[in-house]
């Protein structure tokens, strides 16, 4: 009986909060409230949000990347030897290809 009644209850709630919904086929795009807050045009966006490039500079990497790099490179003898001649860049590209970050 108690599960009845949650359900009618439940049922009521939601008829009365989709009934003061305006439909949404109604409301043309250029009527569209949400239009100056959303969308930003491409040249700002790619201001406020800059992608990484493909091939990143060592002066980008922070520390702990470099530390990641090199406990990489450790692991193999060959890359670990490079590693102490050419640095971390040049050693962990030659043996594992590009830097994922």
């Known amino acids: 009986m108690k599960s009845l009644t949650l359900l009618?209850?439940?049922c009521v709630i939601a008829a009365c909060l989709s009934?003061?919904?305006p439909d949404t086929k109604s409301v043309s795009p250029a009527e569209s409230p949400s239009d100056d807050g959303v969308f930003v045009k491409r040249d700002v966006a790619s201001a406020v949000?800059?992608?990484k490039r493909a091939g990143t500079a060592p002066a980008d990497l922070t520390l702990t990347q470099l530390e990641s790099l090199r406990e990489v490179c450790e692991a193999?003898?060959?890359?670990?030897n490079m590693m102490?001649?050419?640095?971390?860049?040049a050693a962990y590209t030659?043996?594992?290809g590009p830097i994922p970050y």
């Open 8 to 10: 009618i209850f439940c």
């Open 19 to 21: 009934a003061g919904l």
């Open 49 to 51: 949000v800059r992608q």
């Open 76 to 80: 193999n003898l060959a890359c670990e």
């Open 84 to 89: 102490d001649v050419s640095g971390i860049i």
């Open 94 to 96: 030659a043996y594992y």
